[in-house]
């Protein structure tokens, strides 16, 4: 009898596991990452400071004072913490804030969020987290003290610290902000277009009127350099029969122009036309002034104009509740061949007004 030749046998064994170096078998490095979380979390001391991280930000030497411990034992645990990525770290100067921040795992889903979330309920109830929360009321009124003492001690010189800005528009920016968005504005005799820039992205359409077609020019370099929201228009004409129509603006500005002007009356009177009812007009002008190389070098037909005048031309035109500001601001033409005494600021004043409701 013929045996039959038995055939090697197949090696049925699998290739074996393998392991990496902490003997965790080759599981997903999302696994790995969250074994690792539940491991930090298991201790009382890391899951304390956590509990007072979650709800705040705070440095290193608040938190141990919150948990009414050394720093030297604190600091391996925030170790083991930073390890497994449970803490967001903010370096401000020499100073460290930290924060209860999972990163985001693989799908969006923050495991170790949810995970914390189980806890926290529990960690809650008890009696030493409760008493890590009122030392850290206790720091936490410190910390608003001391910052409070500390702007108490700058205030006197907070007028010279908080002058240093590049420009000064940030602050007046603020202010500007509260403009209505949908508001169409004239700049008047726009020159390069300041003005008119002052309401970029503010409000919803500018209109720049000047005579001259180099003034336009320049002011379309600049308000084409700052794009935005709002619109602008640049149209060439006399302040006494502007191209804008009847009540088209919400607001009109004329800013140091009529001083070069022989005669405001119809320039007014235009200004009030092309403002709707309930509209203002507002004019900013030079006080009257000595500097007479600014008749020869700037064109100004009149050194300065007396705001009494102007004042009552305005309401001439139809304005109403007129009102007039000094500026706590002047002008400050730059000009080498002026002799010395010329040089300093010409004060400013602005005087506005309103185009009655029912006009
Ligand atoms: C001193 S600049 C002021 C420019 C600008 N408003 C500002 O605050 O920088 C005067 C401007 O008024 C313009 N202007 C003078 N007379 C005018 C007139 N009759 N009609 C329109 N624009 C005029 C000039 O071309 C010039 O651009």
Redesign the pocket.
């Known amino acids: 009898m013929r045996f039959l030749q038995k055939k090697p046998a197949r090696n049925l064994a699998r290739a074996p596991i393998s392991a990496d170096h902490d003997g965790v078998f080759n599981a997903s490095s999302n696994t790995v990452a969250l074994a690792g979380q539940i491991k930090a979390l298991a201790d009382p001391i890391r899951l304390r400071a956590l509990a007072l991280l979650a709800g705040h930000e705070l440095s290193v030497g608040e938190l141990c004072r919150a948990l009414g411990l050394a720093q030297s034992r604190v600091s391996n645990h925030l170790r083991v913490l930073r390890e497994h990525q449970l803490l967001h770290e903010r370096k401000v100067g020499t100073s460290t804030f930290l924060r209860y921040a999972p990163p985001v795992q693989a799908g969006d889903e923050r495991v170790a969020d949810r995970l914390w979330n189980a806890f926290l309920p529990e960690l809650e109830g008890l009696r030493e987290h409760a008493d890590d929360l009122a030392r850290l009321r206790v720091v936490l009124d410190e910390r608003r003290r001391d910052t409070t003492n500390f702007f108490d001690d700058l205030a006197g010189d907070w007028n010279t610290i908080g002058i240093d800005f590049e420009t000064g528009q940030a602050r007046q920016r603020i202010a500007a902000s509260f403009l209505p968005p949908q508001l169409v504005i004239a700049?008047?005799?726009?020159?390069?277009?300041?003005?008119a820039q002052a309401f970029l992205d503010l409000v919803q359409r500018v209109i720049c009127?000047?005579?001259?077609g180099g003034?336009l020019e320049e002011a379309r370099k600049r308000l084409d350099a700052t794009p935005g929201s709002t619109t602008v228009e640049y149209r060439k004409?006399?302040?006494?029969a502007l191209p804008i129509a009847t009540g088209e603006v919400d607001g009109a500005v004329?800013?140091?122009?009529l001083h070069?002007?022989e005669n405001s009356t119809a320039?007014l009177a235009e200004m009030f036309r092309i403002c709707r009812p309930g509209g203002t007009a507002v004019l900013?002008e030079l006080a009257p002034h000595k500097q007479a190389w600014m008749h020869d070098s700037?064109g100004d037909r009149f050194l300065g104009l007396d705001s009494d005048d102007v004042a009552e031309r305005f309401r001439a035109a139809g304005f109403v509740d007129v009102q007039l500001e000094i500026l706590s601001d002047s002008y400050q033409p730059k000009n080498e061949q002026a002799p010395q005494a010329d040089t300093q600021g010409v004060p400013l004043y602005l005087l506005r007004g309103r185009v009655p409701l029912a006009s």
């Open positions: 700049d008047l005799g726009c020159g390069t277009g300041y003005v009127v000047d005579s001259s003034m004409g006399e302040l006494d004329c800013a140091m122009v070069h002007l320039p900013m700037l």
